[in-house]
């Protein structure tokens, strides 16, 4: 299984990116879905999951703000982020769960500064 994240980028404060993610290869069709991110001197957090059930999670500090979702024809997970933060800063990693394996992405860095 591979992933594929795209759509990082330079953003000033309050403004919005939308992260892509696509899985190839052995995708099956029950898996979950998330991202997460890891910012300078920080360890790797959570930031959203999906599953194909439709349910969601997100972290405390992006609820309301970040948006997960998912294309299953596509195997394609989304993170639309709004409102951003300096804060939020961080190279954003999407990963796949399926029996009981992980499989992450590349990573892509998301910068929020004016």
């Known amino acids: 299984v591979q992933l594929q994240a795209s759509g990082g980028g330079l953003v000033q404060p309050g403004g919005s990116l939308r992260l892509s993610c696509a899985a190839s290869?052995?995708?099956?069709?029950?898996?979950?879905l998330g991202w997460y991110r890891q910012a300078p001197g920080k360890q790797r957090e959570l930031v959203a999951t999906s599953n194909n059930f439709g349910s969601t999670t997100y972290a405390d500090s992006v609820k309301g703000r970040f948006t997960i979702s998912r294309d299953n024809a596509k195997n394609t997970v989304y993170l639309q982020m709004n409102s951003l933060k300096p804060e939020d800063t961080a190279v954003y990693y999407c990963k796949l769960s399926q029996l009981r394996r992980d499989y992450w992405g590349q990573g892509t860095l998301v910068t929020v500064s004016s």
């Open positions: 290869g052995s995708v099956f069709s029950f898996n979950d």
